[in-house]
């Protein structure tokens, strides 16, 4: 179904077009207010309807009047097609895609968690003492996946036509700085998510089907998985390392990965040391990089940083 409240105008945008996922709240709205005061032209999506037209009709009484909303689930298929068919009748290209929507595979006691120091004590070395603080079920690590890494695949792809049409093309894939490779302990696998020369997504799928099945029996350890947060760690060392096949393949499109930092959020239940608007620098400034600009990097908020930390990266 067709989004019912942009037909009239947005035919007349000539600006830059970008689209932001989970783009109703916290980091993703932000990110929306951000382009639209630099002058693009945002699709605001979100899963449910009646927050993202709420939080679209907030950023258009604010001024911010270029900025629509499209209904988005990304782990629906045709929900995105829905998505793609729009910006292509509407816009008939796209500029930047900003992969934020994303799933943490956790359930947060709240209030122990606050009390705990939030995401600093989610570390392998502490994973016994925080048995009452989250809980990590299999069927929310399976979504997490699903969402952060095969969601965001299928939104890319499907929009990968439209990019090429730009003249400078940006792909951001809004990622953590738990997807940072130290969390893994098991050295080969290490290497062989940093080789990227050999690297390719049949062996991330098959890397990912190994980690859930060992999540599903119990060996994380045994195997060097990360132990805490395990899925949502994987997902995001995943969505890394999709980020540099994509710079490789795409070399017309700048394609990077940024952590926007800890940021206080619904998502980290209120705990952090940045506000969201702090939170949205990054993801905006490599959407907005000049054509030469770097592609295939990994951002720490503003600053290019490794993919695999020599010591903890959230101390």
């Not at 409240?5 to 980091?27: D, H």
């Not at 929009?159 to 098991?186: E, M």
């Amino acid at each position: 179904m067709e989004d019912k409240s942009n037909s009239n105008y947005i035919l007349f945008f000539k600006n830059r077009y970008a689209i932001v996922t989970g783009g109703n709240r916290g980091i993703g709205l932000e990110i929306c207010r951000q382009l639209a005061s630099s002058g693009v032209e945002v699709i605001l999506t979100s899963r449910n309807q009646t927050f993202g037209e709420e939080a679209v009709e907030k950023l258009n009484v604010s001024g911010l009047s270029n900025v629509v909303f499209h209904q988005l689930d990304i782990n629906d298929s045709s929900s995105v097609a829905s998505l793609t068919k729009f910006v292509q009748t509407h816009f008939g290209k796209l500029d930047i895609l900003i992969n934020n929507a994303a799933e943490l595979g956790l359930i947060i006691h709240d209030e122990e968690f606050r009390a705990g120091g939030g995401f600093v004590q989610v570390i392998d070395e502490k994973a016994h003492l925080l048995t009452n603080i989250i809980e990590e079920p299999y069927d929310l690590g399976e979504k997490c996946l699903k969402t952060n890494y095969y969601g965001t695949k299928t939104v890319t792809e499907s929009l990968i036509p439209l990019l090429q049409l730009s003249k400078s093309p940006r792909i951001v894939n809004v990622t953590s700085v738990c997807g940072d490779l130290y969390w893994f302990h098991n050295e080969k696998l290490k290497e062989e998510l940093q080789d990227i020369d050999n690297l390719t997504e049949e062996r991330i799928d098959k890397i990912i089907q190994w980690f859930l099945s060992d999540f599903k029996a119990g060996k994380l350890q045994k195997n060097g998985w990360p132990l805490t947060t395990s899925a949502y760690k994987v997902s995001k060392a995943a969505l890394n390392a999709y980020t540099r096949l994509m710079a490789r393949k795409y070399e017309t499109i700048l394609v990077n990965c940024v952590h926007p930092g800890y940021v206080i959020t619904d998502m980290t239940s209120q705990t952090g040391f940045l506000t969201v608007e702090e939170g949205a620098k990054g993801p905006v400034m490599a959407a907005l990089l000049p054509d030469n600009g770097p592609s295939g990097v990994y951002f720490y908020q503003t600053q290019i940083a490794p993919f695999s930390a020599t010591s903890n990266p959230l101390a």
